[in-house]
């Protein structure tokens, strides 16, 4: 661990202390405390220093840890888990994943939780912005057979294995978006994304990133293209340790319900938090058509129904723009 990251654990508290006493659990100057305090700002924490008092964090929290995140987890999830690796600095957890190996054996998983990602990404090319120890960032790789892919709607699974987690920590009113983004009073909470990997014919490798919103700085917020909220503002303060092992759990069980019985497992759940069926939606394709019709649900592959003058097609891929109340 750096020397940087060393010092944000030391202010976690959202307590202040002093220059010297940093510096001298460090082996460091208080000139060189200062340094790096001056270099906390790229990676999102916002520092308050106090002459005579000394540096604190703007928001208290508590770090990442991979004793806490394995606490929570049941003995038949633990054994799954062929790695579970916390990081302080990453480009992103998806790439990480993607790029290590082996690939994960048959019934096992890698995990990987960042407190940073400097190059976090989202669906369709954005950026996932991902300040420090703010918000939750977690990858889960699997190894995938050509059947469960072929079968369609894995992301809208995943999407529910996630709302559900964050129900079970005490979350209410959230919904769903198309394909599988995580709403929370018309404003999005949290994002899914499935990268796939592999040679023709398989086995694949597909990871699952996962970023959900918890404590979002103001200047972070900037870089933010879209409309957005975290879970602070309705006054909820998650353990994030907590809601990690909620969702690798989750998303093990998704994945073992999914290879067995495909979507169909999920239709329910899905209709249950759609916010999508029903309202006049315009979906932009990748080749920039504009699609408007009102949505009709799924299909048994995930894709989107869209009625149009009397007639309903379905739709695998695209952007769903919808006024939400």
């Known amino acids: 661990m750096t020397t940087r990251f060393r010092l944000i654990d030391l202010i ?18 208080r000139a060189a405390v200062w340094k790096h305090m001056q270099a906390l700002a790229e990676t999102g924490p916002e520092v308050h220093a106090v002459r005579g008092r000394g540096y604190r964090l703007s928001q208290a929290f508590v770090p990442l840890a991979e004793e806490a995140i394995r606490a929570g987890l049941g003995s038949p999830v633990v054994q799954r888990l062929e790695r579970l690796d916390v990081v302080h600095d990453i480009d992103s957890t998806n790439e990480y994943l993607k790029r290590i190996g082996p690939m ?18 989202g669906r369709r090319g954005r950026a996932w912005v991902s300040p420090y120890g703010a918000n939750l960032y977690l990858s889960l790789a699997a190894q995938a057979g050509e059947a469960l892919l072929s079968s369609g709607g894995l992301s809208l699974a995943v999407a529910i294995a996630v709302t559900e987690a ?3 920590c005490g979350v209410q009113g959230l919904g769903l978006k198309w394909p599988n983004d995580i709403f929370y009073q018309g404003r999005k909470l949290a994002g899914i994304l499935l990268d796939l990997s ?6 694949y490798k597909v990871v699952i990133g996962v970023g959900v919103n918890l404590k979002m700085p103001a200047g972070a917020a900037l870089g933010i293209d879209q409309p957005w909220t975290d879970l602070s ?8 340790n907590h809601l ?3 969702i690798i759990s989750g998303l093990i069980r998704t994945m073992d319900l999914f290879n067995e019985y495909g979507l169909r497992a999920f239709t329910q759940d ?6 999508v069926s029903g309202r006049t939606v315009e979906l932009r394709q990748e080749h920039e058509s504009m699609i408007r019709g009102v949505a009709r649900g799924i299909d ?18 695209g952007e769903v723009s919808i006024r939400l109340p």
Not at 18 to 29: C, H, M, T, Y
């Open 233 to 240: 503002e309705v006054g909820l303060d998650l353990d994030r």
């Open 104 to 121: 994960p054996g048959e019934n096992g998983v890698g995990v990987c939780v960042a407190e940073w990602q400097r190059a976090g990404r």
């Open 244 to 246: 990690a092992g909620l």
């Open 270 to 275: 899905w209709q249950r938090f759609d916010l």
């Open 198 to 203: 592999g040679e023709s014919g398989g086995p």
């Open 12 to 29: 976690a508290d959202g307590c202040f202390h002093s220059g010297q006493s940093l510096g001298r659990q460090l082996g460091i100057s």
């Open 300 to 317: 048994d592959r995930g894709a989107l129904l869209i009625e149009r003058n009397g007639v309903t097609r379905s739709y695998m891929a």
């Open 166 to 168: 964050l129900q079970d």
